[in-house]
């Protein structure tokens, strides 16, 4: 037996020379252990080589290094914008250098100071556009220089020297997930090792082999926990079973105001089979965005309050909870069902009530996010949980549902069609339905992909919709709503959109850094037709329903995966007028043209896993332990499906049942 999986976990303030300061801002980059610490991979790596300016064509990324010449000049542009030139001697010459947005870096460019410029050359001008610059000079040698994601405050330089601080301090307590027994056969390298060479690669080779090991140990940890959860699945398959009042459902289908599709009637037939049988439902519900899965969901929801039980929606984000809860109680409203809404949101009191409610059994059906399954909330007898969009939802929250010593049925939905393969591997557990006929009458939408220099084009679709009456979304390209120069963005678009509009037309913005109460706010004027053009962030990504707004306009649709294109793009066409999306890029337009050609979205979603891998297909940041820290799922398939066998081996040896390391892989599920 190891020793393994003892590992202590420190603060980041143990690390020599972190000092409160830096805590919060490691905190700002979700750092808050030495784990977190030395798992913060770079994201990129720069080959620092001395390029041969001769023979760089203007696609060749260069890297020279020299000394400055002359006094960096500042070119100030509108919107805060700024540029910064300088002349640079090299050991081929004088080239010129500029950089944007990097004003503050010219107290340190005095005339002599050594600089290594990364960029692109322009033979012809002999300048280079540098993407970057460090200080220093090259050496004759290959460097490989890790790039990490920074905050303001925060240097690549500082990060580095605080991540290997912690490795040399800490490198031996690191946890490290494989069982000797893998480490051995695949001669993996001890974990410090790797986590020393992926921080300051030697050599490419070494990189990718230290790389490839801890890609490993991510999958492992990640597919242990989903064999557990399976195994935990088909030992206590028993559910519920319970009498469905038919008669009931189906006067209420009766008065819905449009008919069911074939395959919302399968679907919906599919789960109530689930509930009336006694094995426990874990079910996924898929199908496009607008193909009526909620509605299926929220029948079924019906049918469990007639066999007795509570049932509960969660939802990702509160707009979103607050917008199910609303069509909730309409289909709902003639039924006398109690229903309550729990967001975070709510004043304590407010959630007290409905703790208070759900506990005492008052309180029929819920609908809220993650408030939901807080350790304070408890159920009289919760017997069937919806959740919305899930994969936003991590593998440690399903089993978080489970531990409320409750065995509910699981209902995911979502959007996000997953290609089958890979569905067979993370979610080989659950019984699949799927939703692929769209409801009649829908038109389907007309998607352009256009460039920046045809954006008068574009402002003239926009005030052609205008007029008619309609709303429009324009979507700013936020995706780290942490990234400042961002939100500056967004800010500016929508001073933009004023210039353009703002004499008739009411505009507003609404982003992820905003208070919820202000954003509801934004969310229901837009829905009430108050406000016309709404530029917001990906925040309305999920499920808001507005059918009048017919028009969605995506600046830099480029920095979107195609799966968030289409969901972006499932907010509109929800109403009786043929609704327009364009895409804004200068690049990409290849990729982009995919969305021209189709709506569906699993079609999408196979290109989007071709060209992107996993990334986007699971919305990344959001998505907790889908968003792998060093693996790519697409890439490293291979590996993921070798980890997922050796980590099914582990789990069933009984052999290996007192192995600490397999009780606080377990443990790591039951307490996250
Ligand atoms: P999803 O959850 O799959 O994105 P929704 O359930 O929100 O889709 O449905 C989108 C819209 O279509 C809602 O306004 C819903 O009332 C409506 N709808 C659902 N099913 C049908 C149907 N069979 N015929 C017409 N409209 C439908
Ligand atoms: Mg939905």
Request: hydrophobic letters at 35%; one cysteine or more.
């Amino acid at each position: 037996m190891s020793d393994k999986g003892r590992g202590s976990v420190h603060a980041i303030q143990e690390v020599k020379g972190i000092g409160p300061k830096t805590v919060s801002l490691l905190h700002k980059l979700g750092i808050e252990t030495v784990d977190d610490l030395v798992t913060h991979y770079p994201f990129r790596y720069d080959i620092l080589k001395r390029s041969d300016l001769k023979n760089a064509t203007e696609q060749d990324k260069v890297v020279i290094d020299g000394k400055v010449e002359s006094v960096p000049l500042i070119l100030r542009f509108k919107g805060g914008l700024n540029k910064l030139n300088f002349r640079l001697v090299t050991s081929q010459g004088i080239v010129g250098v500029s950089i944007f947005n990097r004003a503050f870096l010219k107290p340190n460019l005095g005339i002599g100071t050594s600089v290594i410029v990364l960029g692109k050359y322009d033979s012809a001008k002999n300048i280079i556009t540098a993407s970057d610059i460090k200080f220093g000079t090259l050496t004759n040698q290959e460097k490989i220089e890790p790039v990490y994601h920074c905050t303001s405050g925060l240097t690549n330089k500082n990060l580095a020297s605080y991540i290997n601080s912690a490795i040399m301090t800490y490198g031996k307590e690191i946890t490290d997930y494989i069982p000797d027994k893998y480490v051995e056969k695949y001669k993996f390298s001890n974990k410090k090792t790797a986590l020393n060479i992926v921080h300051n690669p030697p050599s490419p080779e070494k990189l990718k082999e230290a790389s490839i090991r801890l890609k490993y140990e991510e999958l492992f940890a990640f597919m242990f926990k989903i064999n557990y959860l399976k195994e935990q699945n088909h030992k206590e398959n028993k559910g519920i079973s319970r009498s469905v009042d038919e008669t009931k459902m189906n006067d209420l289908i009766a008065k819905l105001t449009f008919h069911l599709t074939k395959d919302q009637e399968k679907a919906l037939h599919e789960i109530i089979e689930d509930l009336t049988s006694s094995k426990r439902m874990n079910r996924l519900l898929q199908g496009d965005v607008g193909s009526g899965k909620t509605i299926v969901a929220m029948l079924a929801m019906y049918a469990n309050y007639l066999s007795g039980y509570q049932s509960a929606l969660m939802a990702p984000t509160e707009i979103l909870a607050t917008q199910h809860y609303h069509n909730l109680q309409n289909l709902l409203k003639d039924q006398n069902i109690n229903m309550a809404l729990l967001i975070g949101s709510m004043t304590k009191k407010e959630k007290q009530e409905v703790q208070d409610g759900l506990k005492d059994g008052s309180i029929d059906m819920v609908v809220g996010t993650h408030a939901l399954i807080q350790e304070e909330v408890i159920y009289q007898n919760l017997g069937f949980v919806v959740t919305d969009e899930q994969h936003r939802f991590g593998v440690n929250q399903r089993a978080n549902l489970k531990n409320k010593g409750l065995k509910p049925d699981v209902l995911y939905m979502s959007a996000t069609p997953i290609p089958r393969t890979y569905a067979l591997t993370i979610y080989g557990d659950m019984d699949v339905s799927t939703i692929k006929e769209m409801p009649k009458g829908r038109i389907p939408i007309k998607t352009y992909v256009k460039s920046d220099q045809e954006m008068k084009a574009v402002l003239s679709m926009m005030y052609e919709e205008l007029q008619q009456g309609h709303q429009i979304y324009v979507i700013a390209p936020l995706i780290e709503e942490s990234e400042n120069s961002d939100l500056t963005n967004v800010n500016q678009l929508k001073d933009k959109m004023i210039l353009a509009f703002g004499k008739k037309y009411k505009i507003d913005l609404i982003h992820g850094k905003m208070a919820t109460p202000a954003k509801d706010l934004i969310m229901a004027e837009f829905k009430a037709g108050k406000v016309d053009i709404l530029i917001s962030t990906t925040v309305i990504e999920v499920g808001v329903d507005v059918p009048n707004a017919s028009m969605m306009v995506i600046f830099d649709a480029n920095r979107f995966g195609l799966s968030t294109l289409h969901q972006l793009r499932g907010r509109v066409g929800r109403g009786a007028i043929e609704s327009k999306c364009i895409l804004i890029s200068n690049t990409d337009t290849k990729r982009l043209e995919i969305m021209e050609e189709t709506t569906d979205g699993f079609k999408i979603s196979e290109e989007d896993f071709k060209l992107r891998g996993h990334g986007d297909l699971f919305g990344t940041k959001q998505s907790g332990d889908m968003a792998f820290k060093i693996a790519n799922v697409r890439q490293d398939y291979k590996i993921l499906v070798q980890a997922r066998d050796d980590s099914k081996e582990y789990l069933l040896d009984t052999l290996f049942d007192n192995d600490p390391l397999k009780q606080s892989l377990i443990q790591s599920i039951n307490h996250d």
